[in-house]
């Protein structure tokens, strides 16, 4: 048995249940980006752009791209959140599992496994909805993909971390109403920190999802100025997100293991 | 000497002050179904747990097929098969699903599993299910499903926490003969429960425990035989004159227990009590003759009853 031998049963029993669900989060998929761009970036971004804005980019270029990271990173957290619980609790398949050879860091890897094919397809999708609606170049949007699904890695593998310490899912809401959502709003998706009162402005580079979102921004359109970007070079974005992610699922079996073999 | 699966010596399990399974000592021998026996909380799980290498232990030695838990819990994995006290099956998938990704995480080969379904499905007399959604099948038939997927990988050894517990008397029936059928193949198993006629009926050696403690270990009828007489009179009386009626009763037989709403007296002649409690002037209300059980056991050894 190879290392990898344990997380990849578990991505096939994922890869099991999601062919009998897999409707609901594909349509999700195509509509959230549709609805999205279309709102904010058409509809406001006519707004912003006619307006006394000094983007250097079209809002709904500006707005695409930023929501690629927001959404890499709803679908990362959501990954990490439900299904660790109804694994936990709910259902108790992972105790089902781990009286098998699987064990709890099998899990933790498996799933995180799946989320990359999960969030490539998420992120495939919306970067083509994106040049559909004439955001970006096609080739521009897939060179957001592997920075979208380096954000939503990092969300998948913290947001389990803190899902395998709790007890029932009002956490996991409150996770999402005072964590997930401030980030999705402040990060620099919709405006760029600049914007910020200048007190805010050092907690947003403090925060995930601004490394995300400018991540996605400088691997899809090198050669941004100031007006869309920051000046934070690539390696701190790189260096953050990955560590994230090692800090995330180290942590993540360490407590899933004593959750599960008490 | 029959080879021994299972060794424990001073097995015992701790949950911050709380001792669930303290010091304990047995051997599980190749072929027989052992059970562990007592009310709930009697520690019986968290030995299970144990033996399944999902709870470290906290002192003492256990090997499973001679492995350490602790060292090599996955290599005793891939060996046993796991009942759970609770079905824990993914209801959104079907039933054959369901085994099929059990087999996956014992890293069979897809082949290999598709085979082993279909005997499976026969096993549990789920062969026209197959295809069904768990969702749909009913408390019994899960159950079945749980021992099915325990057994996909041919385990040498099946751990079973409380099989039938949640069951009608009918579903019961049926698990204790695939269970038999089972036992009759040749694989050992282990079995929890707090029901007594369960034990008596698949347990070929049992340990009673009690407040993590073992309290006698022997086979069911031996152990009946040691801490019972032969046979039990259960007098029950008219309401309000309990109380006056075991005063008088006092004596009548070798041993007797008084219960809130009824006196067990322990005999080897059941007759011969009958008449000593009427030559008493004692007349209950109804008068119940039966052999003793390992309930009885139980109340002997511990002073109170299996199931409250």
Redesign the interface.
């Known amino acids: 048995m190879t290392v990898l031998n344990g997380p990849i049963r578990v991505v096939e029993s994922e890869l099991l249940g999601y062919r009998r669900t897999w409707r609901g989060t594909a349509i999700s998929s195509f509509v959230n980006p549709l609805l999205y761009l279309t709102a904010m970036g058409l509809g406001l971004g006519s707004l912003v752009d006619s307006g006394s804005g000094d983007l250097a980019i079209p809002y709904l270029t500006f707005i695409a791209t930023g929501m690629m990271a927001a959404s890499a990173m709803q679908n990362g957290a959501a990954d990490g959140a439900f299904p660790v619980m109804a694994g936990i609790k709910w259902r108790k398949s992972f105790e089902g599992a781990i009286s098998t050879p699987i064990s709890p860091a099998d899990i933790v890897v498996g799933r995180f496994l799946w989320s990359i094919v999960r969030l490539t397809f998420v992120l495939v999708v919306f970067g083509a909805i994106a040049t559909i609606l004439g955001a970006m170049e096609f080739v521009q949007a897939m060179k957001a993909v592997p920075p979208g699904v380096l954000t939503g890695l990092a969300f998948t593998a913290a947001t389990t971390a803190f899902t395998v310490t709790r007890e029932d899912d009002t956490s996991l809401s409150t996770l999402f109403r005072f964590g997930i959502i401030p980030l999705f709003l402040f990060s620099g998706t919709f405006f760029p920190i600049s914007q910020l009162p200048d007190f805010l402005q050092p907690i947003a580079y403090v925060t995930p999802l601004f490394h995300g979102v400018e991540l996605v921004r400088k691997f899809a359109l090198p050669g941004l100025d100031e007006t869309v970007i920051t000046s934070v070079p690539t390696w701190i974005h790189i260096t953050y997100l990955v560590a994230m992610t090692a800090i995330g699922l180290v942590l993540a079996s360490r407590w899933l293991d004593r959750r599960l073999r008490k | 000497m029959t080879e021994s699966l299972v060794e424990a010596r001073g097995l015992t399990k701790k949950?911050d002050e709380f001792v669930a399974v303290d010091n304990i000592d047995f051997d599980i021998h190749k072929g027989e179904a052992f059970g562990f026996l007592g009310p709930n909380g009697a520690g019986k799980t968290s030995t299970m747990?144990m033996i399944?290498t999902?709870?470290?232990i906290t002192e003492g030695k256990l090997t499973v097929f001679g492995i350490d838990p602790t060292v090599n819990?996955?290599a005793i994995?891939?060996r046993?098969g796991?009942v759970?006290q609770?079905d824990?099956?993914?209801?959104?998938?079907t039933v054959a699903?369901n085994l099929?990704?059990?087999g996956?995480?014992?890293?069979m080969s897809r082949a290999e599993i598709r085979e082993r379904i279909t005997e499976l499905l026969e096993f549990a007399q789920l062969s026209d299910r197959g295809k069904a959604k768990v969702e749909a099948l009913s408390g019994g038939m899960k159950r079945r499903l749980t021992i099915a997927r325990a057994l996909i990988?041919d385990p040498e050894l099946v751990i079973l926490d409380e099989p039938t517990t949640g069951l009608d008397p009918q579903a019961r029936h049926v698990l204790w003969d695939r269970l038999y059928r089972l036992k009759q193949q040749g694989a050992t198993l282990i079995i929890t429960t707090h029901y007594m006629d369960e034990a008596e009926q698949l347990c070929d050696r049992l340990v009673v425990m009690d407040k993590g403690k073992i309290v006698a270990e022997d086979s069911p009828r031996k152990l009946i035989e040691t801490h019972a007489p032969r046979e039990v009179v259960e007098l029950r009386f008219e309401e309000g004159s309990h109380d006056a009626n075991v005063l008088k009763l006092d004596g009548v037989a070798q041993r007797s227990e008084v219960l809130a709403d009824r006196v067990l007296l322990y005999t080897d002649d059941a007759d011969d009590t009958q008449r000593a409690v009427e030559s008493r002037g004692v007349h209950p209300e109804q008068v119940l003759v039966r052999r003793s059980t390992l309930e009885d056991v139980f109340l002997r050894l511990t002073g109170r009853r299996l199931i409250d």
């Open positions: 949950f747990k399944t999902v709870s470290p819990g996955r994995r891939q046993i796991v759970p609770e824990n099956l993914d209801l959104e998938l699903e099929y990704i059990y996956r995480y014992h890293d990988n």
